[in-house]
DNA sequence: GTATCAGCTTAGAGTTGCTCTAAGTCAATA
DNA sequence: TATTGACTTAGAGCAACTCTAAGCTGATAC
């Protein structure tokens, strides 16, 4: 059993956003003591582990709570569930290229100031004369 | 020269998003026509292009407009923009980890699904069950 | 010539997902 | 008994859009 606080500790999240989602009704085994606070057992502890990695995947409360509802249904909605993970998944593999395209423009964004700081490159006034970059190594996409 | 609607297209962003930037002061090379209508040259396009590179590293407007006001400055602010692209590359790195291991979760959410459908494993009632996933695998970080 | 249309302008309201504050309850310790 | 700490709630604030409404302008359609 674990308090908000504990909980939080445990999962890195704040206490705010915890009790966020337990107030938008994301956690259905949520359970409260005498005074009306709110515990977790190991069962409420595995959906929010769930429901934090739904949200890294850039889901929307609403379409995880519409996933919460599908998973208490049960078996029958194994085929819609399995269809929401590829979908995700996709996105995670754009998300993927996208990310590394990311640390190779800011790996030439460093190299390029080193060269400037040690005057390999004379000057950098003009404001937007970094912009090149995108141009020697254009987007994939 | 491009209008809203132009550049919006090019880049693949909102028209609301590009007016969004320009009210808040974050393409200083900005003109307007004589009916006061956006209007971007080249270099107003770079700037642009570079925002949506800094907004997609996780770069809040605020520090934005910044790093925009050092830019415009000139040479003596280099090692502060050096500092603000090595912290960010920083970032993105972890953001590369994050990808990853987000990427891998969901490849076994797939296969797991798909080992279900294909009556290898015959039930998967408990609502929270595939919460076990991560057991199996735990997070690195 | 005027009607209407697309495309722009603005101010401002609405949305999401937190994030924080204020005011209050409760149990334990000093 | 006082106060401390951890919780509760409702609701305000915030970032970054996202959208709407009302209005202006210039071009084409009749």
Redo the contacts with the bound molecule.
Sequence with gaps: MY????AAELLE?????I?????CQLIPTLI?D?????LFNQESMNWLIGIKRL?ECG?????IKHYVALSLQGDSTIDERYQIFLHLKDIAYDQLEETQNRVQFLENKVKHYEEIVSKKIPDDTNPNKWNKLEKEKPELK
């Design positions: 308090t908000v606080k504990e999240m704040s206490e705010h956003t009790r966020y989602y337990t107030d409260r005498k005074n009306n606070q709110r949200k889901m929307s409360i609403k379409d």
